[in-house]
C-alpha cells in the first residue's frame, strides 16, 4: 500500500478561522514525506543536513476539498514517484475518516550541494521510489479484486 502516515491537528495548525493554514497542510505532508525516509532506514539527520545531495522542492501545489479543524484525526498517504534521473514528486491525499479533504503534490530535484546542478538520484532514493510505487501498486491490484 502507499505510505501513510497519521497526524491530529493542533491548535499551531490552524489560522484565525479555525481550519489549517494552507502552508501548514504542505507542512504535514513534509512531515508524512520525513516519516516515509526513516521507515526506509535513512538516517534523517545525515539527509538533511550533513549530505552532499540535496533535495529541494521545485513546485508545489495543495487543493482543498474540506476544512481541517482542531483535533482532527489526519491519515496523509503519499506516493512518490520518479520522473527523471534527477527528479521525482510525491502525491498527497489527506483524509479524515474515508474522506478526502486534501491533495498536494510536491516536486523535488537532487543537486549538489556544492556546485548547486543537479545530479542523479543516488540509489537510497531509487531504493525508496521502488519500494514506494510497488507498494502502491499491490494496493491498487487488491482494491481491483475487491471491487469485483
Known amino acids: 500500500m502507499s505510505f501513510t502516515y497519521h497526524r491530529t491537528v493542533r491548535f499551531g495548525d490552524t489560522d ?5 493554514y494552507f502552508a501548514n497542510a504542505l507542512a504535514i505532508c513534509h512531515e508524512a514525506y ?10 534523517l539527520q545525515d539527509f538533511f543536513g550533513n549530505s552532499s545531495l540535496a533535495f529541494p522542492i521545485v513546485h508545489s501545489s495543495i ?16 506516493i512518490p514517484q520518479k520522473l527523471t534521473v534527477e527528479k521525482f514528486e510525491i502525491n498527497y491525499e489527506i483524509l479524515i475518516g474515508d474522506v478526502i479533504v486534501s491533495k498536494a503534490v510536491t516536486r523535488h530535484v537532487c543537486i549538489d550541494t556544492n556546485t548547486r546542478q543537479k545530479n542523479k538520484l543516488p540509489s537510497q532514493m531509487v531504493q525508496w521510489l521502488d519500494t514506494n510505487r510497488k507498494n502502491a501498486e499491490n494496493t491498487e491490484r487488491r482494491k481491483s479484486r475487491e471491487f469485483i
Open 16 to 20: 484565525a478561522a479555525g481550519v489549517v
Open 34 to 43: 520525513e516519516e516515509s525516509l526513516e521507515t526506509v532506514g535513512i538516517n
Open 63 to 78: 487543493d482543498f476539498f474540506r476544512p481541517m479543524f482542531c483535533g482532527n484525526k489526519l491519515i496523509v498517504s503519499l
